[in-house]
């Protein structure tokens, strides 16, 4: 094993330089810690306090708590040209549409936005899959995204999933999960006869074990 010079030897052998060392080392744990599980605690903190709101007060903001003659309908669907809904998880997100799934630098920087709907299957108007993803988090502390589909674990079979494309709603119910292989897309080249849209993200949240998936049909279209 290779010794250490001995001027290096020295300093670190020194109480202050030692102590020096070992809080650097400390706070680069921290930090990468935050940098890591940062985006989960956020989201996870955004789910509970909305979940509060709606169960005890039976309000879906301060706002409308507050001033609860106020219709909030508009001012809770921040994207109606491009976004995405899901009611039971709060969630409110922007969509942006074909993206590339094999180009790490297209999908990069459309997930450091919101959910990416991939290039080639169909957009909401049409009759075949949607594919949308997006990161439960990233554990690569060089690469984090936002960790806006953390909370599809909580889903149920019959929960909405709302989809605006061009100021146009499109209402869907989930109909089932599954938990799947990082590289199986088999799912890509089966029949539905029902227009449908896949959800797709990291599992467990923070890892790439897996992917979960979750499958939602085509409700009715709205104004």
């Known amino acids: 094993m290779p010794k250490l010079p001995t001027t290096a030897r020295r300093l670190l052998t020194h109480p202050a330089v030692f102590f020096s060392v070992v809080a650097l080392c400390i706070v680069i744990f921290i930090l990468s810690m935050i940098l890591t599980y940062g985006p989960i605690v956020l989201v996870e903190a955004r789910y509970q306090y909305k979940r509060i709101l709606s169960e005890v007060f039976h309000a879906d903001?301060?706002?409308?708590?507050?001033?609860?003659?106020?219709?909030?309908?508009?001012?809770?669907?921040?994207?109606?040209?491009f976004g995405m809904e899901i009611p039971e998880i709060y969630l409110n997100e922007p969509v942006v549409f074909n993206v590339d799934p094999n180009n790490p630098d297209e999908y990069k920087a459309a997930l450091s936005k919101g959910i990416a709907h991939a290039a080639g299957t169909d957009l909401p108007p049409y009759q075949g899959l949607g594919y949308y993803f997006a990161h439960s988090s990233s554990p690569e502390l060089k690469n984090q995204y936002n960790a806006v589909f953390y909370l599809l674990g909580k889903l149920q079979v019959g929960d909405s999933v709302n989809l605006w494309y061009e100021n146009n709603k499109y209402e869907y119910q989930i109909v089932h999960t599954v938990i799947t292989e990082p590289d199986d897309v088999s799912f890509l080249n089966q029949p539905y006869e029902v227009p449908t849209i896949v959800l797709q993200t990291c599992w467990p949240p923070g890892t790439t074990q897996k992917r979960l998936l979750l499958f939602a049909e085509r409700k009715r279209l709205t104004q």
């Open 61 to 81: 903001s301060l706002r409308s708590l507050i001033l609860p003659t106020i219709n909030t309908d508009r001012i809770g669907v921040k994207y109606r040209e």
